[in-house]
């Protein structure tokens, strides 16, 4: 079940995505760590009802944000779809218990389904270029690179790559 995220699940929703940076560290993978994500991200995601989670024996073990809002370090890149109305998806993250249950493609066919719902030309979101994995998981679903690349230094020294998924009228 996916749902709106509650004050509560913010504790949660720390452990799951400090789980997923351990297990993405153990593989070589250093995506994210104690610095991203944070509680001071999820706050502003709840503040904004832009933070959803799954529930899976009666607690939140997947969690996804998307806005309708560009962020800044998004206003450089060169997107695929022209100005519009876009849906920008982040922190996509499902317990490392709780992965390869389909659980990611729940959270982004829930986000894609909500981008139609909200007439939005495109899905834009970034993911970290060493994560074949998530490289992977997009391009199944049809997100195509823009080109554009973007540097978090706390997080890592290497780039992470936007991508779009242009949606049909």
């Known amino acids: 079940m996916i749902r709106l995220a509650k004050d509560q699940d913010i504790p949660i929703l720390l452990e799951v995505t400090q789980a997923c940076a351990r297990h993405m560290i153990e ?3 250093h995506q994210w760590n104690e610095v991203y994500p944070n509680k001071s991200a999820f706050l502003s995601d709840l503040d904004q009802k832009a933070l959803w989670v799954f ?13 309708t809002t560009m962020d800044e370090e998004y206003k450089a890149l060169d997107w695929i779809v022209p100005e519009s109305r876009h849906l920008y998806v982040h922190r996509l993250a499902v317990h490392p218990n709780f992965q390869r249950q389909n659980i ?22 970034d993911t970290f270029s060493q994560n074949p994995r998530n490289l992977k998981f997009y391009r199944m679903r049809g997100y195509q690179k823009t080109g554009g690349t973007l540097y978090f230094p706390k997080q890592s020294e290497h780039p992470f790559v936007a991508l779009e998924l242009p949606l049909e009228g």
């Open 27 to 29: 593989h070589g993978i």
């Open 104 to 125: 990611a493609k729940k959270l982004m066919d829930f986000a894609e389904d909500k981008a139609r719902d909200q007439k939005c030309a495109s899905i834009r979101l």
């Open 55 to 67: 529930i899976a024996e009666n607690r939140p073990v997947g969690c996804v944000s998307f806005y």
